[in-house]
DNA sequence: ACGCGGATTGAACAAGCGTTTAATCTATTG
DNA sequence: CAATAGATTAAACGCTTGTTCAATCCGCGT
């Protein structure tokens, strides 16, 4: 019931260990005792306070729903510094704390395919598409023949760096949301998406 | 020890039963006691031929760690018909049995971080660094000042349609590497990738 | 035909799981 | 201060888990 905030109420502590844990290692691999004692109380008081596991979890899917829906009025009342303009996951990733445990349990909702998961990458669908449209309404974006498909391809490229974060910085030697990886990554995608793939210096292909 | 192949014995029923398994619903998710029904033996014997679940789940990942080492030879030796370009993993999806479980399986073991999936992620990305080497080289496509953060762009632009394929078919409406979205998405992104995203009808912004 | 080794099984095991229960602590209220 | 309601706990319960073990089946070489 009570929103985020400093709550430090058994039950917020609860909830917030075990948001944690399930990012970092899944709810199946998460035991209530562990929860418990990363929580500092009994394993029989997380069952008295959220009656199952299960609810539990549940409870943890609203709690990281309602943080995605402080994230989206926030972008939608202009409340975030697009100045950079590619990146909604980066902008969303500054306005957590750093080494927040939401972006991980986000990832875990959408590999198990759950429904809060698919409700938030909704939400974040028309997010995007209200906001192209505004651009393209202004004039900074072209029409583009199959807006849907459009929007949903700038998302997910924007989405999957927070999904394969941690397999980029490896490969690539950078971290794609960090401070350097940022920009290196957010020139090299608009000079794609301002002159295309093919030929840097001003010729074009067919 | 064995490949592939049509190989029906014990062992590698039980490891095909598992893949499936493992799969769709995650390791944690499945009981030793199911993938002995799902292979039509008893648990013990499940037991008897990997040693323990954690080594099958191993002998699992490395299977399909082959399965993929066979894909990117046929891609380097250009066994694969890449007509439409853009696409390694529709690409791949075509080599694969129609509902293999093999893209469920990689999506599981990028999105939990696994040392498999890694793996599987690396040697992708330098067969992608390789491509564009080639094409680069043949002139049908831009230098780049940063080619590395430019071929991992173009992978995991690629990669993520396995990955949120399901959200998106549920959010746009098709799915996008089934027949008839693979050909809608891909008209989109190749028209971005060569036009980019400012003025389809020529006029492009700042 | 015989025996031998691997494949296979059913029953059992210990351990860990989520959950229950009864008791204890704590603090607020009348 | 006494009483009461909620917070909290330790211990236990029933169940499922991964794994073990002894016994049985089956095919193959001699």
Chains 1, 2 share one sequence.
Not at 70 to 99: H, K, V, W
Not at 120 to 133: H, K, L, N, S, V
Request: aromatic letters at 6%; one cysteine or more; a negative charge.
């Amino acid at each position: 019931m009570c929103s985020a905030h400093d709550d430090l109420t058994a039950r917020a502590v609860i909830r917030d260990r075990a948001l944690e844990l399930f990012a970092a290692q899944g709810p199946d691999a998460v035991t209530v005792r562990r929860i418990a004692a990363a929580a500092g109380v009994s394993p029989g008081l997380v069952i008295h306070h959220f009656g199952s596991k299960e609810r539990l979890r549940a409870a943890v899917d609203e709690h990281v729903a309602g943080v995605f829906d402080d994230l989206f009025t926030r972008a939608a009342t202009g409340g975030l510094d697009m100045t950079d303009g590619a990146s909604l996951a980066e902008a969303f990733l500054r306005q957590l704390p750093p080494g927040s445990p939401v972006p991980g349990y986000l990832r875990r909702l959408l590999l198990t395919g759950d429904a809060a998961g698919t409700g938030i990458f909704r939400r974040w669908f028309t997010a995007g598409r209200t906001m192209t449209e505004a651009l393209v309404a202004r004039g900074l974006l072209g029409p583009g023949r199959d807006p849907e498909v459009r929007t949903a391809f700038l998302m997910v490229n924007d989405l999957v760096l927070l999904l394969l974060r941690d397999q980029l910085a490896e490969v690539v030697g950078i971290d794609p949301l960090g401070p350097e990886g940022a920009v290196r990554w957010a020139e090299e995608v608009l000079d794609i998406y301002r002159n295309g793939l093919f030929g840097t210096e001003g010729e074009s292909a067919s």
